[in-house]
């Protein structure tokens, strides 16, 4: 059975950091790109940020030079530190999996990151 399961959410206030950890289970990891996204209620779902098996990243510009993704393989975690919150990074933050050759997507319940003052 397949697995991804987020923690490190959490109300801070503007200005400061969050790590956000996703740990996966019943997955070949290397194999796979692991990923962000977000949800806020009542908007659309956002993709943040990926990692691919060789380390290469990506972002989507509202969190780059804030947020960097990270990836254990012996561990089979993937991170995100996510610094400079602002408000308007409120969401629920996702984890997923997505297989090197797009065969198999999973993805986690999410972790609740709230930011206000």
């Known amino acids: 059975q397949v697995q991804l399961v987020e923690s490190g959410g959490g109300s801070v206030q503007p200005g400061e950091s969050l790590r956000l950890s996703c740990a996966a289970s019943?997955?070949?990891?290397?194999?796979?790109?692991m990923g962000w996204y977000r949800q806020a209620p009542g908007k659309q779902r956002g993709w943040i940020a990926r990692i691919f098996n060789d380390g290469t990243t990506q972002y989507t510009d509202s969190v780059k030079g804030r947020f960097t993704i990270s990836r254990d393989n012996a561990q089979k975690t993937a991170a995100l530190q996510m610094d400079s919150l602002k408000p308007e990074d409120t969401a629920m933050y996702h984890c997923?999996?997505?297989?090197?050759?797009?065969?198999?997507?999973?993805r986690g319940q999410g972790t609740q990151v709230t930011v206000s003052s």
């Open positions: 997923y999996a997505l297989r090197h050759d797009h065969l198999s997507e999973y």
């Open positions: 019943g997955i070949t990891f290397s194999l796979y790109t």
